[in-house]
């Protein structure tokens, strides 16, 4: 009797929010759901035998290319995420201290044209680019400077690096943007005020507080490139698979659907503890509120 | 009900003095209740919102509902609104049980605090938003809109978009929009605190105005005492969910029940007293700096929070202020040392130490003088009279 | 000048962002048939083959039926989702709407695989019923980030006027929420189109024998002959993407000008 509005508003609210967590319920927590209980069951011809077993994880720990793939694809991930994470952050500056207000939307707007333009797209026209007949090869030699075809553009992890930062270079910028839009300008002339030079200031005052912003870059552009399945499948040529085209094969090729579980959890727990521990070491700056 | 005017305190207030018009107090007092809130308590959760508020508004009255933020009082009239369910007691409307009547059922209108007005609508649009189940014809309710927009001084502006309007014509379409229904209650959440410091004083006498000629019974939640003062014919104050005061604006200003009502509305000294006997007409005390005094009961304040010090209470104007040696009319008079002079232009407030009968100084007290032509406004540090009858006091215990 | 430097370096990260795309109507208006410079001359052929190619307009068919369907789903759900969670306080809230959201942060693949292990466990059969599944799933997210931006920016008080006014709960919504929110919709529809659009992963994988726009480019991929007609469709695909996005803006900044809001710039 005395808090009947509050159950009220809960009941309103939940009722409101129960398609949408349904549909998520149903379509994405059933079938991670699943994927879990998968890990844990035999394999069988054709089937799933549902008997709990550790052996499929015994198994991904102790196979070599699993380990492999998965240094692999952290590698690739490291590389991606750190080359779009410094692109970007001069960008990001560029937006927020220079760009004059009424002209930061047509800026943000240019910006994220490319990030919604078909992926795959992108990706291929990197294969169009360093292919064996690919626009590079093929100007180069009729031009005469090489005989032969550059065999060393596409089939390997540089050009895996290269094509999987441009295809998330976007991501990057947006978050610290963000970040650096809230920074009370007031704060950096303080710190010109207080006897630091605009070098110093930047580096005590801007870049802390623009730090959340650059956490967040680096987990959107992270966790989407280490799971990425088109680059190595087109510009990996198939022959320098990551973690998600193992998956995809044992689920699939191999029929081996507790193997691809296994080996999908795995992945996601080496992705989510490399991501609390980077959270961790700097939990200082996400303490920060503005 | 059988209760006339105020049933928040426990008990009565003394008798108002009535400085508006004696004719408008009467009236009201003759008038019908509108609004009756009987032992109304409200919780969220575990947080008790309102704690028991009883209190009468009547037909055709202004009434204030004045405190602090997160006394209640914005509760209180989202209560009467119909938005928020009450978790005991009763709310009437004219009469009527509001129980299991919605929001959009009851009688009553509201002007809200960011006005609400719909920006994709016109001006006239909004206003007549309410109207759409209105049996009249176009052309009559255009009419309507007109006359509403006339009324608050905004005839013409039915075509501008709305959300080109400036603070104040927002503040007068979201008036017109709840007037035109013909509401019996208009309740106005904070109406003018968006506003500037002009702009605001131009809407209160708008506002008393406008109120006089429709005669509807309005509610305004203000946390401004000034405002609660210039306009309203009744005040409630409200601290931590309970009515500490209900009473006529010149009543809570000179007669304020307690320190706590003291302090809120306006400025108050407080000196130290001695309470030395008391009997059926009058107490005797021996207050800091002016010494031994007979107070009539009528002066002494019911509500006492009983593990404080007892003090004396008056108003800075209640005292006169003169360089030493100039001739007073004041029935007593002391001397005082001035320690801080402020000058505010029409008026000067000075700081200033009573003395004692042992020859030490009084704590600190506030006068204020109206700089009158020909005055002279006594220097820091110097000495001066100061003036003052014991009629201006309140005992608080 | 302050920030030339830095406006310099902006502008060739611009360049770096688009020369890539810019090579896809250069080279879908090419008439040599490998993709190289120097180019050979001008011609609309591709497009013409384009046109003709039965499984492609089979495709074209398809990617547009998933993408209406798509958007429409997750747009509505997208309004359940976004309006429980600005306007209403609920027990488990944040576990809830990270739930919702977590598509936005999970590869795609791990959606795919999932769904596609419980899709076959159960025995349905993969058609673009299924790809719709999964797109209106992962427009969700996106979804909820623009419109929660709609609702967010509404003053509580304006429904609650409007009640006070006389209407019902439901004509409130109708009359005045609905109205006010509608360039978000429309804003959230449009971009859930083109995330679906353009999606490759859970169609590649749930689709079944049926093509999409993007599976089809990729099954044509392996094909250097096919290459010069891939170039062109992609053109279209980036024009419409381009096109989508720009009036998806504009609802936007309309939707921002209607509440007198001040423009902080682009989405997310």
Redesign the interface.
């Given at each position: 009797m005395s808090s009947t509005r509050f159950d009220a508003e809960a009941r309103q609210g939940l009722a409101m929010v129960s398609p949408p967590l349904i549909y998520a319920v149903l379509m994405l927590a059933a079938p991670l759901i699943t994927i879990l209980a998968y890990s844990f069951f035999k394999d069988g011809y054709l089937e799933v035998i549902r008997e709990f077993t550790l052996e499929n994880y015994r198994a991904v720990w102790s196979d070599p290319i699993f380990h492999k793939v998965m240094a692999r694809s952290l590698g690739v991930a490291f590389a991606v995420t750190l080359a779009t994470v410094l692109l970007a952050f001069p960008v990001a500056y560029f937006l927020s201290f220079v760009v004059p207000p009424e002209r930061k939307a047509l800026w943000i707007f240019l910006i994220t044209i490319p990030f919604w333009t078909s992926y795959l797209i992108r990706v291929f026209l990197w294969k169009v680019i360093l292919g064996h007949n690919g626009v590079i090869n093929s100007t180069l030699t009729s031009l005469g400077i090489i005989d032969e075809p550059l065999g060393f553009l596409l089939y390997n992890v540089q050009a895996m690096v290269i094509t999987l930062a441009h295809a998330y270079a976007p991501f990057a910028i947006l978050p610290i943007y963000v970040a650096l839009e809230k920074i009370d300008r007031s704060l950096l002339e303080a710190g010109r005020d207080l006897g630091e030079s605009r070098l110093m200031t930047f580096w005590r005052v801007t870049l802390p507080l623009a730090m959340p912003g650059v956490i967040a870059a680096t987990l959107i552009v992270f966790i989407p490139t280490i799971g990425d399945y088109v680059t190595p499948e087109l510009i990996g040529g198939g022959k320098m698979p990551m973690v998600a085209n193992m998956v995809q094969a044992n689920m699939l090729a191999l029929d081996n659907k507790p193997m691809g579980s296994a080996l999908a959890v795995t992945a996601m727990l080496i992705v989510t503890v490399i991501s609390l521990i980077y959270l961790f070491l700097n939990r200082r700056f996400l303490r920060v509120k503005q | 009900m059988t209760d006339t005017t105020a049933t928040a305190s426990a008990t009565k207030p003394p008798a108002p003095r009535k400085a508006k018009s004696a004719n408008r107090y009467a009236e009201l007092q003759a008038a019908k209740p509108m609004i009756e809130c009987r032992e109304v308590h409200k919780?969220?959760?575990?947080y008790h919102a309102l704690r028991g508020i009883n209190l009468t508004i009547r037909e055709g009255e202004f009434f204030s509902l004045l405190g602090p933020s997160g006394c209640g009082k914005t509760t209180l009239l989202r209560t009467i609104?119909g938005?928020?369910?009450i978790?005991?007691g009763v709310v009437l409307i004219d009469g009527k049980d509001m129980a299991d009547v919605p929001?959009?059922?009851r009688p009553?209108?509201?002007v809200?605090?960011?006005y609400?007005i719909?920006?994709?609508l016109t001006v006239a649009e909004n206003v007549a938003?309410?109207l759409?189940?209105d049996p009249r014809s176009k052309a009559e309710k255009a009419a309507a809109v007109e006359e509403a927009l006339k009324m608050v001084g905004l005839a013409g502006y039915g075509k501008r978009a709305a959300?080109a309007l400036s603070g104040g014509q927002r503040q007068r379409v979201a008036l017109a929009?709840?007037l035109i229904?013909k509401p019996k209650v208009l309740l106005l959440d904070e109406p003018l605190s968006a506003l500037d410091r002009k702009m605001r004083e131009q809407m209160q006498v708008e506002l008393i105005k406008l109120q006089r000629q429709v005669g509807i019974t309005f509610v305004l939640v203000t946390h401004d005492q000034e405002e609660a003062l210039v306009m309203s014919d009744r005040i409630a104050v409200m601290f931590e969910g309970q009515i500490a005061q209900l009473d006529y604006p010149e009543a809570l200003y000179s007669r304020p029940v307690s320190r706590r009502v003291a302090d809120f509305i306006g400025v108050m000294n407080f000196l130290p007293v001695t309470i030395l006997s008391e009997d059926a007409e009058t107490v005797r005390v021996d207050v800091e700096g002016l010494g031994e005094i007979d107070l009539p009961h009528s002066q002494v304040a019911a509500k006492g929070e009983d593990d404080e010090q007892p003090m004396i209470g008056f108003r800075p104007e209640a005292m006169s202020i003169f360089p030493e040696g100039q001739p007073q009319t004041a029935p007593r008079q002391n001397g005082a040392v001035i320690d801080e002079v402020v000058y505010y232009g029409d008026m000067t407030y000075y700081d200033a130490r009573l003395d004692e009968v042992d020859g030490t100084l009084s704590a600190p007290v506030r006068i204020s003088m109206r700089n009158v032509f020909g005055r002279d406004i006594p220097d820091v540090g110097t000495r001066a009279t100061v003036g003052w009858s014991p009629s201006s006091l309140i005992l608080f215990r | 000048m302050k920030g030339s430097g830095l406006r310099a370096y902006a502008i060739a990260y611009l360049i770096f962002l688009y020369a890539p795309i810019l090579l896809l109507p250069i080279f879908a208006f090419n008439s040599g048939t490998i993709i190289a410079f120097p180019l050979k001359g001008f011609t609309t052929d591709w497009f013409a083959q384009m046109l003709a190619n039965q499984t492609l307009r089979r495709a074209f068919t398809n990617s547009l039926i998933i993408a209406i369907s798509s958007a429409t789903f997750a747009t509505c759900l997208g309004v359940f989702a976004a309006r429980a969670s600005t306007r209403f306080n609920f027990p488990g809230k944040t576990g809830i709407m990270g739930l919702i959201m977590l598509p936005l942060v999970l590869p795609e693949i791990i959606i795919a695989m999932s769904m596609l292990v419980v899709l076959l466990a159960i025995g349905v059969k993969l058609s673009i019923f299924t790809v719709i599944l999964g797109h209106t799933l992962i427009c969700l997210p996106y979804t909820i980030a623009i419109l929660s931006t709609a609702f967010n920016s509404l003053d509580k008080s304006l429904e609650e006027a409007a009640y006070d006014l006389g209407e019902t709960k439901w004509s409130a919504f109708r009359l005045v929420i609905l109205p006010l929110v509608m360039p978000g919709i429309i804003s959230a529809l449009l971009m859930s189109f083109t995330i679906s659009l353009d999606e490759f992963i859970i169609a590649f994988f749930l689709a079944g024998n049926e093509p999409t726009l993007p599976t089809y480019i990729f099954s044509q991929l392996r094909f250097p002959k096919s290459i010069p007609v891939i170039m062109s469709l992609g053109t279209v695909l980036v024009v419409m993407s381009i096109i989508l996005l720009a009036v998806a803006e504009y609802f936007r900044r309309r939707g921002l000008a209607r509440t007198g809001q001040k423009d902080h710039g682009g989405f997310l």
């Open positions: - | 919780y969220y959760g575990d609104a938005f928020e369910d978790s005991s929001a959009n059922k009553t209108n509201m809200f605090q960011s609400a719909f920006p994709h938003f309410g759409r189940r959300h929009r709840a229904l | -």
